[in-house]
């Protein structure tokens, strides 16, 4: 059996319970190299076997994974954050399917969420924004047609870029380009979320590219845009005396 776990964010004590009980468990964990936290790998047993995925190929992870089954051994895949973003699950799970290898996926903790949390912020403001983008910069590897960067800042909502830290003055040319950011738009880099080396950089997406410079982040760091981060907000409806839901009347509401 092959278990893929998110580690979360980094920090040891955000990875699941679900999660850590299956380090605990596992006979060989594979984990995604120095962006997993090696605080996590305490959980393992003592007769665990390593397996560090950073300069392996995707053929070889399957062979360390086959070698398991074949073995009786239950296998973890260790992957940061949530294994649904950025993790290039689904090219492994299809190729356990494809083997008759049985395998389960555990969601983590995702580094957007822990971000927002580090800064005090929330994505979703009424009024301001209920959309949030998670996407990244095309570079080495490309992004889909419709998917560049401009358009999907022409939306104006609360935006999270990933994998996009080493190229902080072609993406904030991007997204000024959409036309809906301006250069006074609220904008962090928040490096190594909730690591004990943990940065936050508050600025707009002006400064956003002479920030990452003066700071010397152009990896392992996330970029957050939009006016969440500081704009004027309209209070919730869910917990306006005047507004009714099934669970309480309106103030003055009789009926």
Same mark, same amino acid.
């Given at each position: 059996?092959?278990?893929?776990?998110?580690?979360?964010?980094?920090?040891?004590?955000?990875?699941?319970?679900?999660?850590?009980?299956?380090?605990?468990?596992?006979?060989?964990?594979?984990?995604?190299?120095?962006?997993?936290?090696?605080?996590?790998?305490?959980?393992?047993?003592?007769?665990?076997?390593?397996?560090?995925?950073?300069?392996?190929?995707?053929?070889?992870?399957?062979?360390?994974?086959?070698?398991?089954?074949?073995?009786?051994?239950?296998?973890?895949?260790?992957?940061?954050?949530?294994?649904?973003?950025?993790?290039?699950?689904?090219?492994?799970?299809?190729?356990?399917?494809?083997?008759?290898?049985?395998?389960?996926?555990?969601?983590?903790?995702?580094?957007?969420?822990?971000?927002?949390?580090?800064?005090?912020?929330?994505?979703?403001?009424?009024?301001?924004?209920? *959309?949030?983008? =998670?996407?990244?910069? /095309? %570079?080495?590897? +490309?992004?889909?047609?419709? $998917?560049? #960067?401009?358009?999907? @800042?022409?939306?104006?909502? *609360?935006?999270? =870029?990933?994998?996009? /830290? %080493?190229?902080? +003055?072609?993406?904030?040319? $991007?997204? #000024?380009?959409?036309? @809906?950011?301006?250069?006074?738009?609220?904008?962090?880099?928040?490096?190594?979320?909730?690591? +004990?080396?943990?940065?936050?950089?508050?600025?707009?997406?002006?400064?956003?590219?002479?920030?990452?410079?003066?700071?010397?982040?152009?990896?392992?760091?996330?970029?957050?845009?939009?006016?969440?981060?500081?704009?004027?907000?309209?209070?919730?409806?869910?917990?306006?005396?005047?507004?009714?839901?099934?669970?309480?009347?309106?103030?003055?509401?009789?009926?």
């Amino acid at each position: 059996m092959v278990h893929f776990v998110g580690a979360g964010p980094g920090a040891a004590d955000l990875i699941t319970l679900r999660g850590a009980e299956a380090l605990r468990q596992a006979d060989v964990v594979i984990y995604a190299g120095s962006l997993v936290n090696p605080a996590l790998l305490e959980n393992c047993r003592a007769d665990c076997e390593l397996h560090n995925s950073a300069a392996m190929t995707l053929e070889q992870v399957l062979a360390v994974m086959e070698r398991a089954e074949a073995a009786g051994k239950t296998t973890v895949r260790l992957h940061t954050g949530d294994p649904s973003l950025y993790g290039a699950i689904r090219e492994q799970m299809d190729a356990l399917r494809e083997r008759g290898i049985p395998f389960d996926l555990t969601p983590g903790v995702s580094s957007f969420s822990a971000a927002a949390a580090a800064l005090e912020a929330e994505y979703t403001l009424p009024g301001l924004s209920q *959309s949030l983008i =998670l996407s990244r910069l /095309a %570079g080495r590897t +490309p992004v889909p047609a419709g $998917e560049e #960067l401009s358009q999907l @800042a022409a939306h104006g909502a *609360s935006m999270v =870029l990933f994998l996009s /830290a %080493g190229m902080l +003055p072609q993406l904030q040319e $991007e997204l #000024l380009a959409g036309g @809906a950011y301006t250069p006074e738009t609220p904008a962090a880099l928040v490096y190594k979320v909730s690591w +004990p080396e943990e940065k936050l950089c508050r600025c707009t997406l002006g400064t956003l590219a002479e920030t990452g410079a003066r700071e010397g982040i152009y990896k392992t760091a996330l970029v957050l845009v939009g006016d969440f981060l500081a704009g004027p907000y309209e209070r919730s409806k869910l917990y306006d005396p005047d507004f009714s839901t099934e669970y309480r009347k309106a103030r003055g509401e009789t009926t």
